[in-house]
């Protein structure tokens, strides 16, 4: 007999006889949870009959939603984020032999790789000074509202478990991402619309779906796919001749059969199919409206790109059709989404892994994000929305100072993975602007000064949610797991 009906076959007196046991190492630890000597994990009291309704949170927020642009493939913070005059002047010359020696490298030959500098220029923006590439020049328009750090690092190297680790702060399989976990914790305030929307664009991401997954937790969290043409979600709309009515009847009774099997067993994946079905029916007509930018006006458009052409002579790993138009559309739709209750957008756009060609193909990659997200920026502030968004750039890893050396007897001209040191910016939802947290040293090689860990990332976007990491947690296979895992702080200094 299935483990499920056998426990409902038991009598009371069978339960309580075989339980009494246990009954009682569950009152001790109650009484042992009361004095203080466990710390108490965050009860997600969930709605059954909506998992997705807002719950407060540990302490007063200052962010309601995120809006996480993920750069997959890791592009060069040295050719954009991070001047380093000094590697310019070691141009060609070998790293000594003692720091490579415990060195792991997804592509280069230790034994002939030198080192590369940039032909980029970098000059100072904002009333901050913050020192940016000269392809970045729109982000630089917004240097005082963001927080640039460059002491990022991770223990992985290459992109598949770079990518998780970054979604889901460990570099594994199944586990849920940090728009799951935040949707866990808080709910959606839009009843109409997923609480986490996954926009795409360019070539595809190493990690696909696995990064914006629900892992153990359940399915209602898991983030939902947008595409920005055609039909926004696959499979949502009616099949022809299906009328509205017949298909709301059908829906009811569906309902009813699920909620008579989630009172029988009281499964929280019950409640998730009940709570999808429902929202899939009510998308049916937000979906729609969300896509259409027909509402928007001209200079909102003309500010986001949204029609740019593709420039000639450049592409390579980010081009996948429109690329330029895709990307400035996902990111008008981001605002869109979190004026409409959405509370976690992950925009993903592939590829930036730049192990050749560096030069031409991050100038094409650049040309795409810079004009959208400093509009995205922009259009938050003036309508009062960036104090509660968080706007966040970011990728797995970054790049070597050391020049690629695969193919001999041709020019080094790419990059190869990094995840020693590495930069990304915040805005919005509580960062403090204007600033330049953390630095490599002088040839951006490791972080020296303030590293940041991606758990400390996560331990402070979190915190600026008002969730303490350290309670946010779920039980799963006999522990208690959260998005920080066993490590994280919340670095303050970024709070404004």
Not at 251 to 270: G, K, S, V
Request: charged share 20%; glycine share 10%; with cysteine.
């Amino acid at each position: 007999m299935h483990p499920t009906l056998d426990l409902e076959a038991r009598t009371r007196r069978q339960f309580l006889t075989s339980s009494a046991c246990g009954l009682g190492l569950a009152g001790l630890g109650a009484v042992l949870t009361d004095d203080g000597f466990f710390r108490s994990g965050r009860a997600i009291a969930a709605d059954t009959r909506n998992p997705l309704a807002p719950r407060p949170p540990h302490f007063e927020p200052r962010c309601k939603s995120c809006i996480f642009i993920f750069m997959a493939g890791a592009p060069s913070q040295l050719d954009l984020f991070d001047p380093k005059p000094k590697l310019n002047e070691l141009h060609g010359q070998p790293l000594p032999k003692s720091m490579l020696q415990n060195v792991r490298f997804a592509f280069i030959k230790k034994d002939t790789a030198t080192l590369m500098g940039t032909k980029r220029t970098f000059r100072k923006h904002g009333e901050c000074g913050m020192e940016l590439s000269d392809f970045l020049p729109h982000i630089g328009s917004c240097a005082d509202d963001i927080l640039l750090v460059r002491s990022l690092h991770t223990e992985e190297f290459n992109h598949h478990p770079g990518q998780l680790k970054m979604q889901c702060g460990r570099g594994t399989f199944g586990l849920p991402t940090m728009g799951a976990w935040i949707t866990y914790g808080l709910g959606s305030e839009s009843r109409n619309l997923p609480g986490y929307v996954v926009l795409t664009c360019g070539r595809g991401s190493s990690g696909g779906a696995t990064l914006w997954q629900n892992g153990f937790l359940p399915s209602v969290y898991a983030g939902v796919r947008f595409r920005t043409t055609g039909e926004p979600v696959l499979n949502l709309a009616n099949p022809p001749g299906l009328p509205d009515r017949l298909q709301r009847e059908g829906l009811q009774t569906l309902t009813a059969l699920n909620r008579h099997r989630f009172d029988h067993l009281r499964d929280p994946e019950i409640a998730s199919r009940i709570a999808n079905y429902e929202l899939a029916f009510r998308m049916q007509m937000a979906a729609p409206e969300l896509i259409d930018l027909s509402s928007e006006t001209k200079a909102t458009l003309e500010m986001y790109g949204v029609d740019r052409p593709e420039p000639p002579g450049l592409g390579g790993r980010g081009k996948m059709g429109n690329t330029y138009q895709d990307f400035a559309r996902n990111c008008l739709l981001a605002r869109r989404l979190v004026e409409r209750g959405v509370r976690f957008v992950n925009i993903i756009y592939a590829s930036w892994d730049h192990h050749s060609d560096l030069d031409r193909q991050l100038a094409y990659n650049a040309g795409a994000v810079d004009q959208p997200i400093a509009a995205l920026i922009r259009d938050l502030k003036q309508r009062g929305l960036l104090d509660q968004t968080m706007v966040v750039w970011g990728a797995e890893f970054g790049r070597t100072p050391l020049g690629e050396n695969r193919v001999q007897g041709r020019p080094v001209t790419g990059r190869d993975h990094h995840p020693f040191a590495f930069s990304m910016f915040l805005a919005g939802g509580g960062i403090r602007g204007g600033q330049v947290y953390g630095a490599s040293d002088e040839i951006g090689w490791a972080a020296v000064e303030k590293p940041v860990h991606i758990n400390d990332l996560h331990a402070t976007m979190l915190h600026l949610f008002g969730l303490d990491h350290l309670r946010l947690t779920y039980r799963y296979q006999g522990r208690d797991f959260r998005l920080t895992d066993v490590g994280g702080h919340v670095i303050e200094q970024w709070i404004a």
